[in-house]
């Protein structure tokens, strides 16, 4: 009988017969990234010592998420899960080297296909809850204040919990703790509620939790604290008011961030081709330069264009007509922000900005993304201040978005959506790939 296989199956070969091994498009976001669990399966089949595998996403999209491998090893083969990581440098980038954990025998369905919710529920009760702290170090002997060194270690170790991996001491990296963009965010908010201030860009690019500590400004320590926030003298950006000669960098920038990391864009099948988001971008072009409103962020350091955000007064937006795919994610937003527009904000020209869209270099590390969206955020709200705005509204898929507007720049959240029950006009459900985590946001932040 012959055997039908889709696009975007993968497999692999065994004396010369293909075996089926699940989807490639079992990707997730990790600190920005996207990584495919299929590759970290095929590295980890790369190494000697291992013998089967099962590589999956705990609680993706959230702050404790995790990719995790679980591994059998070769017979009389004794090697820990913390040296298989090590291993796997040579063949992933940092932020998808999973945390391995060995165990005996990998459970299986009546199927035979690997048991996920068995492993992913036996990884939940290792972790813990999340008010379970990771292990701690609390020696301070390194550093000169204590009390701030001590919060940071005990906050990061909430923070993380039970599935730390390794214990939480100065000498440790945050990311490689088990930290993401999403739980440093988080961790910035907490040690904020605890009298500390600390920049994103300065925590999520320090090297060990030492360095943070000597970064960490006490908040009643006003002057110094406006400082940092007004003045700080690491800002790696220049902004510039959006104009026709940023147009090949913004269409460039848009079309990589929504193709490869779009949110909803990922969960519809088949994918948006790129062509889509210049037929967009055509459309809105001229009303976005003659606005003012939208902006690039420049590299001090480069010089070269690395983020670009794209706003409009919410009460004149042009008209847009998409004749594509891209139409069903257009559709999907005016479906949850048109009741949020029309009846609960302020109505009238020049009352309400929006922010329309804002997208990243794909270049950019870890550190630099989230610096990008923190400065396009602040400038956001820079621009709404200049031109008068009563406020800034917004609607957010990208988890890391929604921590910060919840977290550091304090937006309101006036509805929420799970996206993976949205019903299109034609009667169709085009998210129901996406995971229940998956929720868009809309916001509203007065200024």
Not at 223 to 244: A, Q
Not at 376 to 403: C, D, Y
Not at 422 to 444: E, I, T
Request: hydrophobic share 40%; proline share 4%; net charge negative.
């Amino acid at each position: 009988m012959a055997r039908l296989y889709h696009t975007g199956d993968y497999g692999r070969l065994e004396k010369g017969t293909v075996l089926y091994e699940g989807r490639t498009d079992s990707q997730v976001k990790v600190r920005g990234h996207r990584v495919d669990l299929a590759e970290v399966d095929a590295a980890l089949n790369k190494l000697p010592q291992v013998d089967k595998t099962a590589v999956l996403c705990y609680r993706p999209g959230e702050v404790d998420q995790m990719i995790i491998a679980y591994i059998t090893l070769h017979p009389n083969v004794y090697i820990s899960g913390e040296e298989i990581e090590v291993a796997l440098q040579s063949y992933l980038a940092v932020y998808a080297i999973p945390q391995v954990l060995v165990i005996d025998s990998i459970p299986l369905l009546n199927n035979g296909k690997v048991d996920r919710q068995t492993l992913l529920k036996r990884y939940a009760e290792k972790a813990g809850s999340s008010t379970q702290p990771a292990a701690v170090d609390l020696d301070t002997s390194s550093v000169s204040d204590v009390k701030a060194a001590q919060c940071l270690l005990k906050t990061v170790a909430s923070v993380l919990g039970g599935a730390a991996r390794g214990t939480v001491a100065l000498s440790a990296n945050f990311y490689h703790l088990g930290g993401n963009s999403l739980n440093s965010v988080l961790t910035v908010s907490k040690l904020r509620d605890q009298g500390y201030i600390i920049g994103i860009t300065d925590f999520i690019s320090a090297q060990t939790l030492k360095d943070i500590v000597g970064k960490m400004v006490p908040e009643d320590n006003v002057k110094e604290v406006e400082t940092i926030i007004r003045n700080h003298k690491e800002k790696p950006f220049v902004s510039e008011i959006l104009s026709s000669v940023h147009k090949s960098d913004a269409y460039r920038i848009i079309t990589d961030s929504f193709y490869a990391k779009g949110d909803l864009e990922q969960c519809i099948e088949p994918r948006i081709p790129r062509c889509e988001y210049a037929e967009l971008l055509d459309q809105i072009w001229e009303p976005l330069v003659r606005a003012q409103l939208s902006f690039v962020l420049r590299s001090r350091m480069t010089g070269q264009i690395v983020s670009v955000a794209l706003g409009f007064d919410v009460h004149e937006e042009p008209p847009v007509q998409l004749s594509g795919r891209l139409n069903i994610v257009f559709q999907f937003l005016e479906f949850v922000e048109a009741p949020i527009r029309d009846e609960k904000l302020p109505q009238g020209k020049g009352k309400v900005m929006h922010g329309f869209m804002m997208g990243t270099e794909q270049t950019l590390s870890a550190a630099e993304n989230v610096a990008a969206v923190q400065a396009m955020e602040e400038e956001v709200l820079a621009i709404g201040r200049t031109r008068g705005f009563h406020g800034i509204f917004t609607t957010n898929t990208s988890p890391l978005t929604k921590q910060l507007s919840a977290d550091v720049f304090n937006y309101i959240v006036m509805s929420e959506y799970q996206v993976n029950k949205y019903v299109a006009p034609d009667g169709s459900k085009p998210f129901s790939r996406a995971s229940d985590s998956l929720r868009v946001a809309c916001c509203w932040k007065e200024i």
